[in-house]
């Protein structure tokens, strides 16, 4: 047997495991390429990324100063800063009307850290987990990445591209499914679930032993009618949220789940060990960010008019179909009409009219070529533009 030479030997040592073998995050390409043209000289209107272009809240940025003055920023409790937790508990009782436990809330880095948390905590190598499409890219490559498999259920205007449990239960009779993970409003349509619909989906769900897992990321930013805490309809729902959209931190990496009190100390020791902690100033920021709530109510309204212009704009431009945009911040238009490849589409859409999307094949891999995601998290001059960018491009 012929032995490695060193090249290959080197090779093997370096070589990227099976499981990192992931999808790129298609939207950060975007982003990529946009920038170039920044840096060649030309205006883009940046519609890709799902960041709000407002900063955090003062009472925000105040507080993570005050801390930076005090000198010592130390590791806090795996869990969280205990004042943090119950100020998130507080926050279900004002908005929800849930008394929740303390003990319950769980600070992580961001919704990212979260769903590594809850999906290691939850699940076994091989589980198969009920994702829908279109949907958050990483929610299935994270799955992917660690040994689960993601189950694609796709979601039809019918039922205002929400997941029935008809749906679920039918996947779940092909072949048994051991969790489910739903956003409410959705990445990258915007649209929400009824109280109604979330409840009879979570029902259907418990009575199958399907474990629940709901995305409320974009809670506080709805528009067609309030959000709805999955953790009001059942106790054994895992919730995962995030401070990155309504009050505008995503560069703070700083979110929280509400947990199963059973999964409560086991997301504990993964957290000690994964990540120690959650960064403190962000914590502190992130507590101080809660007395904010009125300069996020303006930024909110804000949203409500970047979506009127792109509603009523875009159909003028040649977009006239999109899915409902109940919340968050994005638009879901079909493009169909004008091409068979989203990615080309929002290739030349960048080089030629300077304005950048997400094409959906990251959000749907069976029908995302028909498909583009518009954020309107900017200023309502940039969206008014854009649009009519887009009408002198589609002519």
Known sequence: MREATPSETVHQLVTASARSNVPPFMVMD?????????????????????????????????????????????????????????RIARHYREVYGLALDAERVVVTTGSSGGFILAFLA???????????VPGYPPYRHILTALGCEPVLIETTSETRHALTGEALLAAHRQKPLKGVLVGSPANPTGTMMSREALSSLMTAAQEA????????????????????????????????????????????????????????????RLQQNLSISVPTLSQVAAEAAFEGREEMEAIKRGYLENRRILIEGLPKAGLARFLPADGAFYLYADVSDFTADSFEFAKQ??????????PGLDFDPIHGRAFIRFSYARSADEMREAVARIKRWLG
């Open 30 to 86: 975007v982003m990529a390429a946009a920038a170039r043209i920044e840096a060649a000289g030309g205006q883009v209107i940046h519609m890709e990324v799902g960041q709000p272009a407002a900063p955090a809240p003062r009472r925000a940025i105040a507080a993570a100063h005050a801390a930076l003055e005090a000198a010592r920023i130390d590791y806090t409790s795996a869990l969280g800063i205990p004042s943090l937790r119950e």
């Open 122 to 132: 939850m699940f076994e190598p091989g589980d198969r987990v009920a994702v829908t």
């Open 209 to 268: 032993g399907i474990r629940f897992i709901s995305d409320e990321i974009y809670h506080g930013l709805d528009y067609a009618f309030p959000a709805v805490t999955a953790a009001a309809l059942s106790g054994h729902a895992l919730v995962i949220n995030s401070f990155s959209k309504y009050f505008c931190m995503t560069g703070w990496r700083v979110g929280w789940m509400v947990v199963p009190q059973a999964l409560v100390r086991p997301i504990e």
């Open 349 to 358: 859409m960048l080089e030629k009219a300077h304005v950048a999307a997400t």
